[in-house]
């Protein structure tokens, strides 16, 4: 549409379709913006979890932020009496899976396969005899899951350079860390493993 800008200087109705053209613009820019950025446009689409239906990330709320001081801590050690229970501790209910959609359909949680790697490099160097190809090539792939993952969310804090210089019997704090809030995660996953079971039971007895 051709519009003779000078004749907007008559009348009122040539600039209301101007400032509308202008909102159009604006709402396109808006959106190629928000696709660019990787914002969902439409974030109340439901999904089916069949086949390739299924959304990229777990919508749930995890509530504001939190606030975590790194510390050095005498819990989670390669060897101890409490060593394997302590780690074990980091699994969640449902061992790291949920359930979603009409049919339950399993999907692993990104966090705790890292949280998993964590554990196998931890029995790997806590029991070298048991060692295999098999275990080996577990062992790789749990190293190069977790360094893509420390790549993929690089953490800019910093940090004192005279880390390998420290006492850390007496100084055992580091920064504080913005994080969010996973005791809200560990919550919805035990939900979630809870309505499976009920699922489970509700239709083995029906």
């Known amino acids: 549409m051709m519009i003779d800008y000078s004749l907007c200087l008559r009348g ?17 820019t808006v959106y190629h913006t928000k ?27 995890l509530g504001n932020p939190v ?11 390669v060897h101890g009496l409490d060593a ?7 699994a969640s209910a449902g061992f790291g899976y949920v359930r979603l959609g009409e049919e339950y359909r399993a999907f692993a949680v990104n966090v705790f ?7 196998a490099i931890r029995d790997a160097l ?14 790789q792939h749990c190293l190069n899951f977790i360094r893509q993952f420390a790549l993929c969310s690089p953490n800019l804090t910093l940090e004192p350079a005279d880390a390998l210089n420290r006492d850390f019997a007496t100084q055992r704090s580091g920064a504080v860390q ?11 996953m ?15 007895y029906s």
């Open 178 to 188: 913005v994080c969010k809030d996973w005791r809200k995660l560990y919550d919805h």
């Open 35 to 61: 696709s660019i950025m990787g914002i969902p446009i439409l974030e109340q689409r439901t999904y089916s979890y069949i086949g390739d239906d299924y959304p990229e990330f777990w919508g749930i709320d």
């Open 12 to 28: 009122r109705a040539c600039w209301l379709a101007l400032s509308i053209i202008a909102l159009a613009v604006s709402v396109v």
């Open 126 to 139: 806590a029991h070298p005899g048991n060692r295999s190809p098999a275990i080996d090539g577990h062992f």
């Open 113 to 119: 396969h890292q949280l998993h790697c964590l554990r």
């Open 84 to 90: 394997e229970e302590e780690w074990a501790s980091t």
């Open 190 to 204: 035990s939900d979630n493993w809870a309505s499976w079971k009920e699922f489970q039971n509700r239709t083995q």
């Open 67 to 77: 606030a975590m001081t790194t510390e050095e801590s005498e819990h989670y050690p």
